[in-house]
T-cell receptor
Framework: AQKITQTQPGMFVQEKEAVTLDCTYD???????LFWYKQPSSGEMIFLIY??????QNATEGRYSLNFQKARKSANLVISASQLGDSAMYFC?????????????FGTGTRLLVSP | GAGVSQSPSNKVTEKGKDVELRCDPI?????LYWYRQSLGQGLEFLIY????????KSGLPSDRFSAERTGGSVSTLTIQRTQQEDSAVYLC?????????????????FGAGTRLSVL
């Protein structure tokens, strides 16, 4: 079964607007972490934001926020005030368990294009 | 400080040859991970190290793939008798134990990858 689902292969947004990238996940483990990474054309995976399954509040990191809806098993990334440099692939990932050293399972990614 | 360093950045090899890919993790990071990114399969886990031991090597696709880590630092991923389906970007990540909100957060930080092309 697909553990992480990203249903949007591509998204377009105008500069300075907000955009939401969708991510749903599937797990029966009560302890898990959710991560978003950005992969520009250079290829490096850049960590953006983390949400733990026990966190009561949605995570925020600068212009990035995570809309965590635990009952719906969704962890959407919201990018506010989009910039041209935000154009990249975005991957949602999950790590199950609580030792912290399990593998990440990734979704198929969403390609975001920001236009002037 | 320095991030995760991978070398070479690009490697072109002929089918049947052996290749070695190197990863130098962030200093002090105890865990090291290898992933593979290919067009058909997306991002796949290969193996992870805690110190010099590999508790999870479940993602290695065949016995042609092996990895080692020495001194709790640098890791080498070796692919023997390369095949065309081995062509991919091989990504390395490292992490440190870090608790937050009752969970191990342990952010994995990635290198820029090695792009392997098998002709």
């Amino acid at each position: 079964a697909q553990k992480i689902t990203q249903t949007q292969p591509g998204m377009f947004v105008q500069e300075k607007e907000a955009v939401t990238l969708d991510c749903t996940y599937d797990t029966s483990d009560p302890s898990y972490g959710l991560f978003w990474y950005k992969q520009p054309s250079s290829g490096e995976m850049i960590f953006l934001i983390y949400q733990g399954s026990y966190d009561q509040q949605n995570a925020t990191e600068g212009r990035y926020s995570l809309n965590f809806q635990k009952a719906r098993k969704s962890a959407n990334l919201v990018i506010s005030a989009s910039q041209l440099g935000d154009s990249a692939m975005y991957f949602c990932a999950m790590r199950e368990g609580n030792t912290g050293f399990q593998k990440l399972v990734f979704g198929t990614g969403t390609r975001l294009l920001v236009s002037p | 400080g320095a991030g995760v360093s991978q070398s070479p950045s690009n490697k072109v090899t002929e089918k049947g040859k052996d290749v070695e890919l190197r990863c130098d993790p962030i200093s002090g990071h105890t865990a090291l991970y290898w992933y593979r990114q290919s067009l058909g399969q997306g991002l796949e886990f290969l193996i992870y190290f805690q110190g010099n031991s590999a508790p999870d090597k479940s993602g290695l696709p065949s016995d042609r793939f092996s990895a080692e880590r020495t001194g709790g630092s640098v890791s080498t991923l070796t692919i023997q008798r390369t095949q065309q389906e081995d062509s991919a970007v091989y990504l390395c990540a490292s992490s440190l134990q870090n608790m937050a909100g009752g969970l191990a957060k342990n952010i994995q930080y990635f290198g820029a990858g090695t792009r392997l092309s098998v002709l």
